[in-house]
């Protein structure tokens, strides 16, 4: 709430104000903006102030927090691998840890997370470490919803994530059952995803210990294609219209 209240400071004084149905400028009071105008238009513009970079993050995520704009992750990106980046680790992975805690919808961060952290090879292994795979082990000894529901947020669009750097932490939230069904949509997208990674036998295993409903869709089909050892819908054209008729 600090981080959104300086945000909405912030732009009032570059001379937009947020109104019932979206924002408004005072340059053009009649012309109503949408989100992801305002974040396209000054999101960007964060990194141009006068502040140090932790402050400048800080600012960014307040944004975030307002518009609520997929696009705000964008320009924190660009910052991070900037001339001046990178971006202080510790304020940008607590700002993405703290929105996925958050119970609030995370849409715009964890789609960052997966089109953006996660489908780039160089930066995934940092990016899902420091969202979950460090800390794994504490989320599944407290159990605080909070965690559990970051842990569900980051297993559930992780597909994209190397097999190799994703593996242990889904071998360890296999021991906690409030995270078997997220488990099983990040084994589900591993394969789907375009640049899902999984190694078909090791994820058969992890799938044969889920505690999950009989009628679970998708379950049989998953199955299946591992159990045939395909690695992905793309790279198998054709294994999963066969398993859906195989399971029907």
């Known amino acids: 709430m600090q981080a959104e209240e300086a945000a909405r400071r912030w732009l009032a004084d570059q001379g937009l104000r947020q109104v019932c149905d979206g924002w408004v400028s005072d ?28 402050d400048q993050v800080r600012l960014a995520f307040g944004l975030l927090d307002l518009p609520d704009d997929y696009w705000v992750t964008c320009e924190l990106r660009f910052a991070n691998e900037s001339a001046e980046g990178p971006l202080p680790a510790d304020v940008l992975w607590g700002g993405y840890r703290q929105r996925l805690e958050a119970d609030r919808d995370a849409e715009a961060v964890t789609y960052s997370l997966w089109v953006d952290w996660f489908e780039d090879h160089s930066t995934s292994a940092t990016a899902f470490a420091e969202v979950l795979g ?15 529901r970051r842990a569900r947020r980051v297993l559930e669009c992780s597909g994209p994530v190397p097999w190799t750097v994703k ?41 044969d210990q889920l505690d999950l409903p009989a009628n679970t869709q998708h379950l049989a089909e998953l199955g299946h294609v591992l159990a045939s050892g395909h690695k992905n819908h793309y790279r198998s054209p054709g294994a999963w219209d066969d398993a859906v008729r195989s399971c029907s």
């Open 134 to 148: 460090n800390d794994i082990d504490r989320v599944v000894a407290e159990r605080s919803e909070a965690l559990l």
């Open 27 to 54: 340059e053009k009071p009649d012309a109503l903006l949408t989100a992801n105008q305002v974040a396209h238009s000054w999101a960007g513009d964060v990194f141009a102030e006068d502040l140090d970079a932790a």
């Open 167 to 207: 593996d242990l932490t889904y071998r360890t939230a296999m021991r906690l059952p409030a995270l078997h069904s997220a488990v099983f949509c990040g084994l589900l997208a591993s394969f789907h995803d375009v640049y899902g990674d999984l190694e078909p036998a090791a994820a058969l295993a992890l799938l």
